[in-house]
């Protein structure tokens, strides 16, 4: 019997970008981060799908770890644009303070000086860029390490997926030659009876029966 003070259990809500499928249990959590548009997630993850059609369960691991590999490969790659791009004021500062300071024609009047910084720094954007990207290399090469590690792993997936195909592919031609072959030997038309002999005319020979 059941108790009716006993508390129900909540069910998790889920985005309504969830796919809807019976192996959830393959879906669980997206590996979205706060900030990130889990709607877009989804939306790629649906695009794999309706590429590749999976066919069984390890199928649709495989895309699975394809949409999670895609999308980590897309966060690292727009990481490595965030971190050229912090610190660049700081960079910045120090490089057109050493610029100016080897200016020996620099002017003194406050008005020309602007005109002149502006100068010096439209002429020195590669060597702001250079000293910019020495100041963040460190932590780019990780961001880099993990990015051929995502890409590697993506590619190994994409070429189990190709094989898996190429050797399920394979059997099925095998099968279907095995039966092509097996239909190839029965005869088309089955042995029978010879048919009745014909006299000179061409009718069939019948036996009259005299009537008494």
Same mark, same amino acid.
């Given at each position: 019997?059941?108790? $009716?003070?006993?508390?129900?259990?909540?069910?998790? #809500?889920?985005?309504?970008?969830?796919?809807?499928?019976?192996?959830?249990?393959?879906?669980?959590?997206?590996?979205?981060?706060?900030?990130?548009? /889990? $709607?877009?997630?989804?939306?790629?993850?649906?695009?794999?799908?309706?590429?590749?059609?999976?066919?069984?369960?390890?199928?649709?691991?495989?895309?699975?770890?394809?949409?999670?590999?895609?999308?980590?490969?897309?966060?690292?790659?727009?990481?490595?644009?965030?971190?050229?791009?912090?610190?660049?004021?700081?960079?910045?500062?120090?490089?057109?303070?050493?610029?100016?300071? +080897?200016?020996?024609?620099?002017?003194?009047?406050?008005?020309?000086?602007?005109?002149?910084?502006?100068?010096?720094?439209?002429?020195?954007?590669?060597?702001?860029?250079?000293?910019?990207?020495?100041?963040?290399?460190?932590?780019?090469?990780?961001?880099?390490?993990?990015?051929?590690? #995502?890409?590697?792993?993506?590619?190994?997936?994409?070429?189990?997926?190709?094989?898996?195909?190429?050797? #399920?592919?394979?059997?099925?031609?095998? /099968?279907?030659? +095995?039966?092509?072959?097996?239909?190839?030997?029965?005869?088309?038309?089955?042995?029978?009876? +010879?048919?009745?002999?014909?006299?000179?005319?061409?009718?069939?020979?019948?036996?009259?029966? $005299?009537?008494?």
């Amino acid at each position: 019997m059941t108790n $009716s003070n006993q508390p129900k259990r909540r069910r998790r #809500a889920r985005s309504p970008d969830y796919p809807s499928t019976g192996l959830l249990v393959f879906l669980e959590p997206p590996p979205v981060l706060p900030g990130e548009d /889990a $709607s877009r997630y989804w939306a790629h993850y649906h695009n794999l799908v309706a590429a590749i059609e999976p066919k069984n369960s390890m199928e649709r691991i495989w895309v699975r770890d394809i949409a999670d590999l895609t999308w980590e490969i897309l966060r690292y790659r727009r990481l490595k644009v965030a971190i050229t791009c912090f610190g660049r004021e700081g960079v910045t500062d120090s490089v057109m303070r050493r610029l100016v300071e +080897e200016d020996v024609g620099f002017p003194k009047s406050e008005r020309r000086q602007n005109k002149r910084y502006q100068e010096i720094y439209k002429e020195n954007q590669e060597l702001i860029r250079a000293e910019l990207f020495v100041s963040r290399l460190d932590d780019l090469e990780r961001v880099e390490r993990l990015l051929a590690s #995502a890409e590697s792993r993506r590619n190994a997936t994409l070429r189990e997926i190709e094989f898996h195909r190429a050797l #399920a592919a394979a059997r099925l031609r095998k /099968a279907s030659d +095995e039966f092509l072959a097996q239909i190839e030997n029965v005869p088309v038309v089955p042995e029978s009876a +010879e048919p009745p002999s014909r006299d000179a005319g061409g009718d069939s020979k019948v036996t009259e029966t $005299s009537t008494s």
